[in-house]
């Protein structure tokens, strides 16, 4: 156990120097992780997903890849212009067309090409209600003749109760699941990790300051607290209620000002050191205040807590995001903190500790690398979890916004119409075949990162 | 032992101070005027009729019954501008654009005589009657669509706090006044309004903002009501009075007491079943690792840990109710609509209710059981491997006692700390599979609570699934020390 935790370290153990070349532990465990086949192929799959994520609103599309309309070459599906400006052979007799309202699929093209599917979430194909993927499928010509639907256009994955579909549903949802696994995840671990290592670098008697400093933080917290968040209050909740990047701007503000007050009060703290009743060093029970907080937090009813908020906040993707991100850091900080229990016992941070260098310097850049393993572990399944949590949400029908559609929302619409099985089974494989993904890399990890089960 | 119980149940009042709290400040902080949600509801009903005196002295007695005309908390903290009496604008729309004027303008002196003249505008609006005589009908029409306008309109303004909206309902109200007012009473009126309306934008004191101050209000507050009651409408939280549903106005305690029983049942049963199959699951899977028998359960179990529950529920009913394919199993409710006959004793009920069970049963139990089947096998792995099995071993024991007596009891800690988890998991769940089976449990409740807004109703399940969570906390902490002599918690 010790030898590799050594060798986490780019210390050069005796070991490495027999190796005839530096052992680096991350290349090992990349090693080990390949060796895995399911978890080396979900990071594949994972990159598929993202790649798919990206060029979602151009392989499911209404508006073709390409297309010569009326000897015009056009590319409606890459373009960000509102408008065409068709002209004819001459140069002269110009037509505006509106990208967004235009009807593509009935025109008469010279040429064409499609995207992978032919269709938008959320628009509704008013011929095609809740049809099946192999069943009959019917078109609308230009002069409102119903035939049945050319392949290009038929419904891959059926449709919803609104003609919605499910295809293009599934496609856009990748990038819906993948965002708020990933952001909610790098808030549950950015939290996480920073307390879980605080409480475990710093334990109950590791952080000391001096008596003045320590009483002026708490008052600078409280009026940080008032000018950052109480007299903005309103401020911030018009920017909760537009959700989005506005809310997230107007929260890192208020905590500028949370810190800049609290600095600026722990002036007169240091002024006040003179006094020999404000000099005395006392000890911040960093890890029993942390531990505690994660004791209560974990004792609420996580799910039910989300579920409130949500119901009671207008929904968007931004408060979802931060709900679940801030309600999931628990289990990474409590492995973080046992993990840097360890770690900062080991020999090379007294050492670091003794050649003077700075807290945060050791915690950052010595301790957290060694003991970022489990966490890391934690963050996978985390994902894994925020998804379900997102797509139970959905189906619920609270924590989206009512215009996006997304796995669990498509699955949702089954409810209504138990006989469509495809608006079940293609969004639950979607979210199952994701969840596992995450599961399978959590496992991966868990495997390549734990010295004693060498492959 | 019991000392530490003691020490543990101590600990338990402030996560529990916290956990209501939370669900307070949720409620507090919900969107809409309760009481008139409550009262648009009864006259859509037909529980009231619209008459507007008796429908303000029924909102009167409604803001008592649910202590609505009482401060939030023991203190508030504020600033030199807000005063002390804010709550008392009970109106929750008006009293947040009071609040937001004061954000604005901080001048409550001014702001109060604006409130004042607005409030004074509408009452003489509303008691506004319209001289009929000689008029015909399209006129008299129309005037009563003016009137009405004007009485929306000043009701509106109460709670308007942004300076384009009131400068355009003042001017929307103005245009209207002039051909149908005749009365100089309503005309002052409305001149009161403006004159203090300039008062207020242009006396504005907005430095008194940024000086806190704190106001102590003593226990006639709303969160020591909800928490210990008034004695009057209220039993408080601590005799299991959880507030009034603002949907069916019934006592939540009641509501809860009636559904409770299909949640703990399906809850308890489930934690049984998944107890009873996973550990003789995961047990034999860790003896013969990376057999078959460990390979197959091990794929199948991590398939179904993967699986979400909803997605579970729907193919279930997919395949077993569908008249397509096999209807054996009904779909929805947990007994026959038309109720249980009524000569049927115990086991009856059970048989009659048993198709209704299984397949919302499996659905309960299939996760947890694939988790804890993966949390007891990699303990028993884990403990397979040390050395006092291979001593037990070797000392002759028979197979079944070393692993039963010796590795199972040191596995144990994992599969109690899941135990733990379980009740909070299994209610919060249960809202999606209650809604999904239509069981008449709390998860349905809350469901339907968060369709119809019903925040007291969503607070309460969430504190009494607090409380649960935290007895269970206790019970594991317990067994920690039954199974494992050498915790101590002396």
Not at chain 1, 127 to 151: D, M, R, Y
Not at chain 2, 196 to 225: C, E, V
Request: glycine share 8%; proline share 4%.
């Amino acid at each position: 156990m010790f030898k590799f935790l050594s060798f986490r370290h780019k210390a050069h153990s005796i070991v490495a120097e027999t190796e005839n070349k530096q052992f680096s532990f991350r290349e090992y465990s990349w090693k080990q992780f390949k060796k895995n086949k399911p978890a080396y192929w979900s990071l594949v799959l994972l990159g598929i997903w993202i790649v798919l994520a990206f060029l979602a609103p151009v392989l499911a599309n209404e508006k073709p890849l390409y297309c010569i309309y009326k000897s015009n070459k056009l590319y409606p599906a890459f373009s960000f212009k509102k408008t065409y400006e068709l002209t004819d052979a001459n140069g002269e007799n110009k037509e505006v067309i509106n990208l967004a309202t235009f009807d593509w699929k009935r025109a008469d093209y010279d040429k064409v090409v499609w995207p992978w599917c032919a269709y938008s979430p959320g628009n509704s194909d008013v011929f095609n209600i809740s049809v099946s993927p192999g069943g009959e499928q019917v078109f609308s010509k230009i002069n409102e003749e119903l035939i049945q639907s050319p392949k290009k256009f038929r419904h891959r994955l059926g449709t919803g109760k609104d003609g919605g579909d499910v295809f293009a549903g599934l496609m856009h949802g990748i990038r819906y699941s993948l965002f708020i696994g990933i952001l909610s995840m790098l808030i549950a671990s950015a939290t996480g990790i920073t307390l879980g290592a605080l409480a475990g670098y710093f334990g109950d008697s590791g952080m000391k300051t001096k008596r003045g400093i320590f009483i002026f933080c708490i008052v600078g917290v409280f009026f940080g607290w008032y000018y950052g968040f109480f007299t903005r209050s309103f401020a911030l909740k018009d920017a909760f209620e537009s959700g989005g990047i506005t809310f997230i701007l107007q929260l890192l503000f208020s905590f500028g000002i949370l810190v800049a007050v609290t600095g600026l009060f722990m002036l007169p703290g240091k002024y006040l050191s003179r006094f020999s009743f404000f000099r005395n060093t006392i000890n911040v029970p960093l890890d029993s205040i942390i531990s505690r907080l994660i004791e209560i937090i974990n004792s609420l009813p996580l799910f039910l807590v989300i579920l409130s908020i949500a119901a009671i906040s207008r929904p968007s993707f931004t408060t979802l995001v931060l709900i679940i991100g801030f309600s999931n850091w628990t289990s990474i900080a409590r492995l973080t903190r046992a993990e840097l229990l360890k770690v900062s016992r080991l020999e090379y941070i007294q050492a670091a500790r003794s050649l003077g260098l700075q807290n945060r310097r050791i915690i950052f850049r010595h301790a957290l690398p060694n003991a970022i393993g489990p966490a890391l572990i934690a963050i996978a399944f985390g994902i894994a979890g925020a998804i379900l949590t997102e797509s139970g949400l959905s189906f619920i029908g609270v924590g989206v916004p009512p215009e996006t559609v997304t796995w669990g929302k498509i699955l949702s619409e089954a409810r209504e119409s138990t006989a469509s099985w495809w608006l079940v089974v293609f969004p639950g494989l979607a979210i199952f075949l994701t969840v596992t993904m995450y599961n399978l890399i959590g496992e991966g990890l868990r495997d390549a990162l734990d010295p004693k089960l060498k492959r | 032992m019991l000392r530490y119980i003691g020490k543990r149940i101590l600990l338990f009042f402030p996560t529990l101070f916290i956990i209501t709290l939370l669900g307070f400040v949720i409620a507090v902080n919900a969107p809409g005027d309760p009481v008139a949600k409550m009262m648009t509801a009864a006259t859509a009903t037909g529980d009231l009729t619209s008459q507007s005196s008796s429908m303000n002295e029924q909102k009167l007695l409604w803001r008592k019954k649910l202590g609505l005309d009482l401060p939030v908390f023991y203190f508030s903290i504020s600033n030199l501008s807000t005063p002390d009496t804010l709550y008392k604008i009970y109106d929750k729309d008006e009293n947040m654009a009071a609040a937001r004027l004061l954000d604005q303008y901080g001048n409550w002196e001014q702001i109060q005589s604006y409130y004042m003249s607005c409030d004074n505008f509408y009452r003489g609006a509303a008691q506004m009657n319209l001289d009929t005589a000689g008029m015909d009908e399209q006129k008299i029409n129309a005037g009563m669509e003016r009137l009405n306008t004007l009485i929306m309109e000043s009701k509106a303004l109460k709670s308007c706090y942004d300076e384009d909206i009131i400068q355009s309902k003042l001017a929307t109200i103005g245009s209207i006044l002039s051909p149908v007012s005749h009365s100089e009473k309503i005309r002052r009126a409305f001149d009161e309004v403006w004159q203090s309306h300039d008062a207020m934008t242009s006396a504005t004191s907005k430095w008194k903002n940024y000086i806190p101050a704190i106001h102590f209000y003593g226990t006639k507050n709303q969160y020591h009501r909800w928490l210990f009651g008034d004695g009057e409408f209220s039993q408080g939280l601590v005799r299991f009075d959880f507030g009034t549903s603002y949907s069916s106005k019934l006592p939540i305690s009641d509501i809860l007491k009636s559904k409770i029983a299909w949640s703990l049942f399906f809850t308890l049963f489930s934690v049984i079943l998944a107890y009873g199959v996973s550990i003789p699951l995961g047990v034999r899977a860790a003896r013969k690792r990376n057999g078959f028998f460990d390979r197959g359960s091990s794929l199948l179990l991590f398939i179904l840990y993967s699986l979400p529950n909803f997605f579970v529920a729907f193919l279930l009913m997919l395949l077993f109710s569908n008249p397509n394919i096999w209807s054996v199993l009904p779909a929805s409710g947990v007994k026959p609509a038309e109720g249980y006959p009524e000569a049927a004793g115990f086991f009856e009920c059970v048989k009659i209710s048993l198709p209704y069970v299984i397949m919302p049963l499996i659905c309960y139990t299939y996760s947890s059981f694939a988790f804890l089947s993966r949390t007891v096998r990699g303990a028993m792995i884990e403990n397979l491997e040390q050395d006092y099995i291979r001593t037990a071993h070797a000392k002759g024991l028979p197979e079944k006692r070393v692993i039963w007596k010796h590795a199972f009891r040191n596995s144990l800690l994992p599969v109690i700390t899941v135990f733990a988890n379980v009740f909070p998991a299994a209610i919060g769940g249960s809202v999606i599979l209650e809604s999904i089976f239509t069981i008449p449990g709390m998860g349905l409740e809350v469901f339907n609570a968060i369709a119809g807004q019903d925040y007291p109703m969503i607070i309460a399940v969430m504190t009494l699934t607090g409380i649960l969570t935290l007895i269970g906390f206790l019970i594991s902490d317990i067994l920690y020390a039954v199974v494992d002599p050498r915790i101590n918690y002396g």
